[in-house]
């Protein structure tokens, strides 16, 4: 039986209207289900490291409240490259992710055929933490603060020389910006990692290092190394009696490495916020307590456009360091 009365384009938008309500419906229903399968979270650097323990101690504690196995991949090379742009390409589904650090906001400026855009291609989940570095030098120097170092550079400019993990790295970066700030001269000698570099300082080949609180942590315990100051603007409740570089001699110094989780481009903002809740929760566990003293840092997980707002600002202030000092990765 016809009805005259319906007319073909009634139907047709009836029709349409009906698919439309079934798609949002089944949009419903899989971010209502999310996580359903494995979530994986890239590291760019090899196993073993501070950015990977911190890694894999999130997804440990994000697998208990996300209810699916959040496992680590690591995808090291090119300076953070290859992990980041594989993530990059990913599809924005929630079930991979980047667990991006320093490197997201100097690469842009070190390198300016990066295969991918910090921002337009990849959405920010939580900002993890924050942690700073050490100024360290041999127990037998005579420089036993960050007045003493200034002088030391000034009375003989060139002479001293610091260790870093790599061009462009939160030890390198941090030194330049001290060579900038307290107007002196420091030879930079780049390394493979800490452990040969702080070999050196402790053999008296190098004078100083910017280097990391769980590398340097236990050796200034034992009396090998002796700690001058720290780089954040604050003090660090893991070393209370030591001043800040900017206390210590160089007002308005600063210099932090962070964490933050990253997922690509469009992924759904419901899939986004179920994730930074996850991350918060991560954050307050009894075993990210223990990482905040042995790794010194201080814990964040902030909400999404908090990790935007953030990487945009290092992104900024480091890229006037990095030009000032002529340093490029190609």
């Given amino acids: 039986m016809s009805f005259p009365w319906i007319s073909k384009p009634t139907v047709a938008l009836s029709a349409l209207v009906a698919f439309a309500l079934l798609s949002a419906l089944s949009n419903d229903a899989a971010l209502a289900v999310y996580p359903d399968r494995i979530v994986k979270i890239v590291v760019p650097f090899a196993p073993g490291g501070g950015t990977d323990v911190i890694a894999r101690t999130l997804a440990q504690e994000m697998a208990k409240d996300l209810g699916a196995s959040v496992i680590i991949e690591n995808k ?73 170092l200034i002088a030391a550079a000034k009375g003989e400019p060139d002479k001293l020389s610091y260790g870093t993990f790599g061009t462009g790295t939160s030890a390198h970066l941090a030194g330049e910006l001290f060579k900038n700030m307290a107007k002196v001269n420091l030879t930079t000698v780049p390394y493979k990692g800490a452990a040969p570099a702080i070999t050196d300082l402790i053999g008296g080949q190098i004078q100083l290092m910017f280097t990391t609180v769980a590398s340097a942590a236990s050796l200034i315990a034992g009396g090998q190394l002796r700690a001058l100051a720290v780089t954040s603007a604050e003090r660090s409740p893991a070393f209370p009696d030591l001043p800040t570089v900017a206390e210590a001699g160089v007002p308005g110094y600063a210099a932090e490495s962070w964490y933050g989780l990253f997922a690509p481009a469009k992924t759904p903002a419901d899939i986004i916020a179920r994730l930074n809740k996850s991350a918060a929760l991560a954050v307050q566990s009894e075993a990210f307590k223990r990482l905040s003293v042995n790794e010194g840092l201080v814990m964040v997980a902030q909400p999404p456009e908090e990790l935007d707002r953030y990487l945009r600002g290092e992104e900024e202030r480091w890229r006037k360091v990095i030009q000032d000092a002529g340093i490029r990765i190609e």
């Fill in 76 to 148: 090291p090379g090119a300076g953070t490259i290859i992990g980041t742009q594989a993530v990059a390409t990913s599809e924005p589904d929630g079930y991979t992710l980047l667990m991006g650090t320093f490197a997201n906001a100097v690469n842009p400026s070190l390198n300016p055929k990066l295969p991918y855009d910090p921002h337009r291609d990849f959405a920010a989940v939580a900002l993890i933490a924050r942690s700073f570095n050490i100024v360290v030098v041999n127990p037998n120097s005579p420089i036993k603060s960050i007045a003493d």
